[in-house]
C-alpha cells in the first residue's frame, strides 16, 4: 500500500452546491443588463465574461457527472444541479454529456465508444492551418452531433426533461430578461467553446503532441476558473476525487506525473492550428469493443491508492 492516503482524497465537494447556482444567477443577472448595451459591446463580453462563466459550468457539468457534488448516494440531487448549471448555456447538454462522457472513461481512445475522438470526416476535411481554424471556431458544432453519428443512444426520459427544462428557461430569459440577453447568453456558449482559452482544453487534454502519450495535464492559471479540469492525468486517474482536491494527487505522488505537461491553453490551441503535423488524426485510438472478451481502460488508480 504506497499510497494508502489517496483514498481518502475521493468524495463530494462540499462547496460546488453552492458554487454553481452563484454562478448561474450571476450569469442571468449580467447578461439583463449587457443586453442594453450596444450590439458590439454585447458580442465582445459574450466572448470575453460568457464565453468564460458558460464554459466554467459546462465543466461544472462535467464534475457532476462523476456524482462529485452530492456524492453517488445522492444521484438525483447531482442531476438536478447539472440541470441548473445548463440554464445559462440555453443548449440541453448535462443528462447527454454524462451518458457518454463516462464511456470515454470506460473505453479510452476506442473508436466506436470514445466520441471525444474525432470522426473520420473531420481528420478528412480539417487538415491544413486554415482549416483546422475552422474546426476549432466550429468545435461546439462537432462536439454536439459527433456522437449522434459515431455512437447513437436511444433518448432516455432525463434527455427529455432536460430539453423542456432548458427550452422553458430559454423562453423565460426571453421573455422576462429580453431577446438580446437570450443572444448574449447562447453567443457566450458557442464563442466559449471555439477559439477561446477555456477550450484549450479540448485539445490539451489527449491530443498526442508528444508521440506515445495520450493524456496531458495543465498546470496554469487558468485552471481556477475551470474547477482544475487541467489536472487530467490525475482526473483520469482518480476521477473519484474532485476538483478542489486534484492538485494533492499530484502532491501525494509527484513520481508519477512527471511527464510533458502544458502551462497555457492558448500556446495549445495556437500550435494545434499551426504544426502540419498535428491535427484531428493526432488521438491514440484503440478497439476495445471490438475485441473479444476486451476489458474497459482503467485507470493506475488500484495501483497507486492500495
Given amino acids: 500500500a ?4 489517496m483514498k481518502e482524497l475521493f468524495g463530494p465537494d462540499p462547496y460546488m452546491r453552492y458554487l454553481v447556482p452563484l454562478i ?4 442571468l443577472v449580467t447578461a439583463y443588463y449587457i443586453s442594453q448595451l450596444p450590439g458590439y459591446l454585447i458580442f465582445i463580453l459574450a466572448w470575453a465574461l460568457a464565453g468564460t462563466l458558460n464554459h466554467n459550468l459546462s465543466l461544472a457539468m462535467h464534475e457532476i457527472s462523476h456524482n462529485l457534488s452530492f456524492g453517488h448516494a445522492k444521484p438525483k440531487l447531482n442531476r438536478f444541479i447539472g440541470l ?3 440554464i445559462p448555456l440555453c443548449v440541453p ?3 447527454t454529456f454524462k451518458k457518454y462522457h463516462l464511456d470515454h472513461h470506460k473505453y479510452q481512445g476506442d473508436e466506436e465508444l470514445d466520441v471525444d475522438i474525432p470522426s473520420h470526416f473531420e481528420g478528412y476535411m480539417f487538415y491544413n492551418t486554415f482549416t483546422k481554424l475552422i474546426w476549432v471556431l466550429l468545435q461546439p458544432l462537432f462536439y454536439s452531433i459527433r456522437p449522434l453519428f459515431m455512437n447513437p443512444k436511444p433518448m432516455e426520459p432525463l434527455e427529455m426533461v432536460n430539453t423542456v427544462w432548458t427550452l422553458s428557461w430559454n423562453y423565460f430569459i426571453y421573455n422576462y430578461l429580453g431577446g438580446w440577453a437570450l443572444v448574449y447568453l447562447l453567443s457566450g456558449t458557442l464563442l466559449g467553446m ?7 482544453h479540448f485539445i490539451s487534454e489527449h491530443y498526442t503532441f508528444v508521440k506515445g502519450q495520450e493524456t496531458y495535464s495543465y498546470y496554469g492559471p487558468l485552471n481556477m476558473l475551470a474547477w482544475n479540469v487541467g ?8 476521477p473519484y476525487v474532485p476538483w478542489s482536491r486534484l492538485p494533492k494527487v499530484k ?17 495549445v490551441i495556437y500550435k494545434y492550428i499551426t504544426d502540419p503535423e498535428i491535427g484531428p488524426y493526432s488521438r491514440i485510438k484503440r478497439n476495445v469493443s471490438n475485441k473479444p472478451g476486451a476489458k474497459p481502460v482503467v485507470a493506475d488508480s488500484d495501483k497507486k491508492a492500495e
Wanted: hydrophobic content about 35%.
Fill in 194 to 200: 471555439g477559439l477561446h482559452p477555456m477550450a484549450g
Fill in 93 to 95: 447538454a448535462s443528462i
Fill in 24 to 27: 448561474v444567477l450571476f450569469q
Fill in 84 to 86: 441548473v448549471a445548463n
Fill in 231 to 238: 489536472y487530467h492525468n490525475e482526473h483520469h486517474d482518480f
Fill in 251 to 267: 502532491e501525494i505522488a509527484p513520481e508519477y506525473y512527471q511527464m510533458p505537461s502544458y502551462s497555457s491553453w492558448s500556446w
Fill in 2 to 5: 504506497k499510497y494508502p492516503q
